[in-house]
Every structure is written in C-alpha cells, then in structure tokens.
C-alpha cells in the first residue's frame, strides 16, 4: 500500500454535492455554531446529533461567510468560529508510514496531511477538512500531541512539531518559542 492509498482509505466524509446545486438565497436562519462546535437553534442546543450531521452534509463556506445548501434553497447561518472540532485521532502505522487520522465532532475522519493541513492562527491550531471548512484541535487532543511532539530548533526560536504523511506540523507559531 502507498501513502495515497493509505490517505483514502483513512477519510470517511459526508457531504452532498453542494457544489452542483445553485438554488436561491432565501436569507439568514438563526441556527448559529458556538466556538465548541455546538448547533443551536433559536439559541437552543440542537441535541439530535443525526440533525446535526444532516446540516452539516450541506454546509458551505463562501466569501467568508456560512450557508445551508439544498437544491431548493440556501439558508445564511453564523458560525462563531470554525464549524468542526477535532475531538479524537488515531497513529496508524502501515510499513513505514506513520499517519495521524483525526476525527471529529460529527464523525468526520481524514488523515493529517498535505491535502488537510495543521494549521496555527492566533496560537489555536486548526485542521482543514477540506470545502474551506476548518476544525479548531480541542485542547486534549493538542495535550495528547504534545507527548508525540518533536523539538526544532531555528533561527526563530524553538516549535513543536508532529509527523504525518511525511510532513511536518507544527503546534505552535512561528514567533513563539518555548
């Protein structure tokens, strides 16, 4: 098996083909993302989490903003930070390759690489799930990576950094050393 063989068989994603569909804006809901990735409706938290898995399947990300898309209708919605968490991962070992799979809280699941970077944005790192949709790394996954983490030192000061895919990510900015 190679490392893209290995990165597919590793991502499990649900969304419908949004990209496909152009129907009319029918204006702003008031279903809102809090910054745990938390569903609310009318400022009640959306406890079916099939519910919320269905809406996320049509969510879209355009010109900064977050919309609910069907082939009838395109709803705004508000989104506080990013739409997703990254609550669990996985170190999957095959041959010589060493990939970190990340899951989250709607059951998402794809392989840190180069196609769904680890980034860092105001020292919060953030993984992109692909469609300009991001998850933010709950702060135990981050701990959890911290025992993985290897030290580097540069010209900048010291990073932290973990390994997938045979890339390099680092857990913390550029500018800030430890």
């Known amino acids: 098996m190679d490392m893209a063989q290995l990165l597919a068989s590793l991502q499990q994603t649900k969304h419908a083909p949004t990209e496909r569909w152009n129907p009319p804006y029918c204006g702003p809901i008031p279903i809102h993302i809090d910054e745990h990735g938390y569903w609310h409706y009318q400022n009640s938290l959306i406890k079916r989490q099939t519910l919320v898995n269905l809406f996320a399947s049509v969510l879209v990300h355009e010109a900064g ?66 469609r300009e949709l991001w998850a933010k790394v709950h702060r135990n996954v981050l701990y959890q990576w911290s025992d993985l983490a290897q030290l580097e030192t540069t010209a900048n000061g010291e990073r932290y950094f973990i390994e997938s895919a045979g890339s390099k990510f680092y857990l913390t900015s550029a500018s800030q050393s430890s």
């Open 65 to 130: 903003e977050y919309f609910l898309v069907t082939p009838a209708e395109k709803v705004k919605i508000t989104v506080a930070d990013v739409p997703f968490i990254v609550t669990t991962w996985q170190l999957i070992r095959e041959q010589d390759m060493a990939v970190i799979q990340v899951t989250t809280n709607i059951g998402q699941q794809f392989a840190l690489s180069q196609e769904h970077p680890l980034i860092v944005r105001d020292d919060i790192p953030y993984v992109d799930c692909g």
